[in-house]
């Protein structure tokens, strides 16, 4: 009978293997053995209500025109939605007692560093039916370390200093608000570890087990780093921008450099930023202020910034050299412990991310039951670095040996059209670059008889600069940049 239901399930690949979950991460953050740190099941104390947030949300924004021009984005010319969610005001049991015990956080987030540091993802399908623009409290987080408590009075006298080689300065947010063009631009963030779990049940790496959810894209509003340094004015000998944030580590303070060249560039639209999705940034993503740098990986965009200094050489900070490489796939973590030397080599330094994709539709263990008559749409999101757009997105029911197109759409490019309309978007430039810096969507309907014969539905994607997901996985010791094909295994379950 043709029309009798097939019933199958997914399973994504790395799924299913917990035994990573509660894994240490590289560096800084403490292993399993901690104190702080334990699975997320446990920790019995109470929900705690804040009676009063100790965030001020309405902080900063307060008659801003970002705010204004945000809260008024038409819903009617297919430019998709900035989400509206009020960010959350309880303590998770979680965190009560510890360094972060002040940090309200969303409990739909998967935490993937036990209790401490908080570093976190929303599940696949929750991330992908967000659609565009991630909600804040959705957006994937990657802390090495305790967020720096900043109350209201702290923000109003924050100040980004200027050092080293340039005008010796320092600017307030109100002085980085008056003095320069605020601009707002949406820009999705990758952690480098995106998709490691699947590195980690090949082989444990040095880092803890991300799922395809550590992406997220929001609405940044901020101000140039282009047009900041050149009011520094940097001088002869400067090549470097080192970027300081003001969270406390063990081995010091969170740091990381840009190429001069690179950062001075307007295209590129590095930026600082203090609001996401028009509301000031939360504690979790940098606030007062955090630095943006589209299509590199999310590790460059130092948060709670409070230093930048031009200088003749690269950062010196210890996760500079410590975190965000991709070593030589013979060097295994044991290897890269004791050999220090592998850290400092400058050609494992990652910048532009690399050409990934993932399926989200359908869901890991979902169950599909419908006749082999019916259509069911795969879906899923794929993004390239450097600011290069996917070109191909290809889908392969066979293990991959053929492949068939599936559409793409970017709905980065609806949002570039309209912003054009300065009555909509008032003093707002949303035009900053001509660069892609967000993820795109694809979609490929297939039949379910097809499905039901499939044992696996595979994804890849292209970019401009004929990039093209491998085959294979690049494993390496830091578990970073994983971007083979993506596949979902197909149960067929009668
Ligand atoms: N900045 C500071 N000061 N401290 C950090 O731990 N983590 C980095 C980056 N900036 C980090 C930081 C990493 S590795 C990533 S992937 C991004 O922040 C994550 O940004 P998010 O937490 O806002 O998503």
């Not at 050092?163 to 947010?173: A, D, I, P, Q, Y």
Request: net charge negative; charged share 20%.
């Amino acid at each position: 009978n043709r029309d009798h239901p097939v019933k199958v399930t997914v399973v994504e690949v790395g799924k299913g293997h917990s035994a990573e979950e509660s894994s240490s991460t590289i560096d800084s953050a403490p292993s399993s053995s901690s104190p702080l740190s334990s699975s997320a099941s446990e920790g019995s104390s109470p929900k705690v209500q804040l009676s009063e947030p100790f965030y001020p949300v309405s902080l900063l924004l307060q008659n801003d025109e970002t705010q204004v021009a945000v809260a008024s984005l038409p819903g009617n010319l297919g430019v998709p939605s900035v989400p509206k969610d009020e960010p959350p005001t309880t303590i998770d049991p979680q965190d009560a007692g510890g360094p972060d015990g002040w940090v309200p956080r969303d409990p739909r987030m998967v935490r993937l560093t036990g209790k401490h540091p908080f570093n976190a993802e929303a599940k696949l399908n929750d991330l992908f039916n967000q659609g565009f623009f991630t909600s804040t409290n959705l957006f994937f987080v990657r802390n090495h370390g305790a967020v720096p408590k900043v109350d209201l009075d702290m923000a109003k006298h924050w100040k980004v200093e200027f050092t080293g080689l340039c005008n010796n300065t320092s600017f307030s947010l109100e002085d980085l608000r008056t003095k320069f063009e605020v601009v707002t631009i949406p820009i999705t963030l990758v952690c480098a570890g995106n998709r490691r779990k699947e590195q980690n049940v090949v082989q444990k790496s040095l880092g803890f087990s991300w799922g395809a959810g550590g992406v997220s894209t929001a609405l940044f509003t901020g101000v140039r780093l282009c047009d900041v340094l050149k009011y520094v004015q940097p001088e002869r000998g400067a090549k470097h921008v080192v970027f300081e944030g003001a969270d406390q580590l063990p081995n010091g303070p969170y740091g990381t450099s840009q190429l001069l060249s690179w950062a001075s560039e307007p295209n590129k639209g590095m930026m600082l930023a203090w609001a996401m999705n028009g509301k000031p940034l939360e504690p979790d993503h940098g606030f007062p202020i955090r630095l943006v740098v589209p299509s590199q990986i999310g590790g460059r965009s130092v948060k709670w910034l409070k230093k930048i200094e031009l200088s003749a050489i690269e950062s010196q900070h210890h996760l500079h050299f410590h975190d965000n490489k991709v070593l030589p796939m013979p060097v295994g973590p044991d290897q890269a412990r004791v050999e220090k030397s592998w850290w400092y080599d400058p050609r494992y330094l990652i910048r532009d991310l690399n050409v990934n994709s993932a399926i989200a539709c359908p869901d890991h263990d979902e169950i599909l039951d419908a006749p082999p008559s019916n259509t069911y749409t795969l879906r899923g999101y794929a993004y390239s670095g450097g600011g290069r757009r996917i070109t191909r997105v290809e889908i392969s029911l066979d293990e991959g040996s053929t492949w068939r197109l599936a559409e793409i759409e970017y709905p980065e490019d609806k949002f570039r059209e309209v912003a054009y309309d300065d009555t909509i978007y008032g003093k707002v430039d949303l035009t900053a670059s001509d660069l892609c810096f967000c993820w795109s969507f694809w979609s490929f309907p297939v039949l379910v008889e097809e499905l039901s014969k499939a044992a696996a539905i595979t994804v890849r994607a292209m970019d401009e600069g004929l990039a093209l997901q491998p085959r294979d996985m690049y494993w390496n010791a830091t578990g970073m940049m994983n971007n083979w094909w993506f596949r979902v295994a197909v149960h067929h379950l009668e």
